[in-house]
Nanobody, 115 residues
Framework: QVQLVESGGGLVQPGGSLRLSCAAS????????MGWYRQAPGKQRELVAT???????NYGDSVKGRFTISRDNAKNTVYLQMNSLKPEDAAVYLC?????????WGQGTQVTVSS
């Protein structure tokens, strides 16, 4: 089993920044990918950013150039630095890990972008 705990969400004004964290614990090995999706009300879950097994990063088109994913392997933690936030970035941000044991999701952290 794998547990994921997200933190760092909140309310920010347009143009502001937030940093999300996702700490993984449990049976973490043979990881294929780890990263972030988001889901806004009435919309499909959308890729935000992810690390692949080969340590390459993938970003959703809507966040390229504004968001940066990083990780601390010693802490089994991934981060999402979000800059130049827009109202359309508001969503529940969900951390996930895809490993040999399966795909696990965190409970999500709410990001609200509003003036």
């Amino acid at each position: 089993q794998v547990q994921l705990v997200e933190s760092g969400g909140g309310l920010v004004q347009p143009g502001g920044s937030l940093r999300l964290s996702c700490a993984a614990s449990g049976s973490i090995f043979s990881v294929n990918a780890m990263g972030w999706y988001r889901q806004a009300p009435g919309k499909q879950r959308e890729l935000v950013a992810t690390f692949t097994r080969s340590s390459t990063t993938n970003y959703g088109d809507s966040v390229k150039g504004r968001f940066t994913i990083s990780r601390d392997n010693a802490k089994n933690t991934v981060y999402l630095q979000m800059n130049s936030l827009k109202p359309e970035d508001a969503a529940v941000y969900l951390c996930y890990i895809d490993s040999i044991l399966g795909v696990y999701w965190g409970q999500g952290t709410q990001v609200t972008v509003s003036s």
